[in-house]
């Protein structure tokens, strides 16, 4: 007997509305964090994607920068998450 698996792709609503997987996420080896790459993984981590301490070891952040990616999207969108407007964007 055989049995058939129905493959299912989990996914989430991206930052740009789009459907966003797994393997669309940035790479491990991201040095450079553009604010596309941010809004990403903060979306993923929202959707369920992939968990908090799991995107934490994948990417090696602390969990307080994450928290501050998250709550900077939050209160001003992704334009809070520009590293060169911090000072603008945060209080």
């Known amino acids: 007997m055989t049995d058939h698996?129905?493959?299912r792709v989990k996914y989430v609503m991206g930052p740009d509305g789009g459907p966003l997987t797994i393997a669309d996420l940035p790479?491990?080896?991201t040095k450079r964090w553009v604010?596309?790459?941010?809004?990403?993984?903060v979306a993923a981590v929202r959707g369920g994607l992939l968990s908090l301490g799991d995107?934490?070891?994948k990417y090696r952040l602390t969990i307080?920068?994450?928290l501050s990616w998250q709550r900077s999207i939050e209160r001003h969108?992704?334009?809070g998450l520009r590293?060169?407007?911090l000072q603008?964007?945060?209080s």
């Open 5 to 7: 698996f129905r493959l």
């Open 27 to 29: 790479p491990s080896s």
């Open 35 to 41: 604010i596309r790459r941010k809004a990403e993984v």
């Open 55 to 57: 995107a934490c070891a």
């Open 64 to 66: 307080d920068e994450f």
């Open 77 to 79: 969108g992704m334009a």
């Open 83 to 85: 590293a060169t407007r």
């Open 88 to 90: 603008e964007y945060r």
